[in-house]
């Protein structure tokens, strides 16, 4: 199986910075992809941005030029760091990861942007 644990979250001011981190353990070898996943109760789930396993990345447009998305593959590490964060990316945001047709989920990490 697959175990991915999200941290970094936190509470930032518009404008503000954070850096979320997965660390990924388990059965990780020939992974088709990660990425990174936001949710806000009573909303579905939505992509933000998703790494492939030969380092292609893909944002959706609401974060282009904002969010980065990164895998330190040695350390089994994701990143997204997220700069110019607005009260609208304030969600639950969870670290997914794809290999052999199955995906499997963190349990999430809240941000709050708020002054």
């Known amino acids: 199986q697959v175990q991915l644990v999200e941290s970094g979250g936190g509470l930032v001011k518009p404008g503000g910075s954070l850096r979320l981190s997965c660390a990924a353990s388990?059965?990780?070898?020939?992974?088709?992809?990660m990425g990174w996943y936001r949710q806000v109760s009573g909303k579905e789930r939505e992509l933000v941005a998703v790494?492939?396993?030969?380092?292609?990345?893909n944002y959706a447009d609401f974060v282009k030029g904002r969010f980065t998305i990164s895998r330190d593959n040695a350390k089994n590490l994701l990143y997204l760091q997220m700069n110019e964060l607005k009260p609208e990316d304030t969600a639950v945001y969870y670290c997914?990861?794809?290999?052999?047709?199955?995906?499997?989920w963190g349990q999430g990490t809240q941000v709050t942007v708020s002054s």
């Open positions: 997914n990861l794809k290999r052999f047709g199955s995906e499997y």
């Open positions: 388990g059965r990780i070898f020939s992974i088709d992809g």
């Open positions: 790494i492939s396993s030969t380092a292609r990345t």
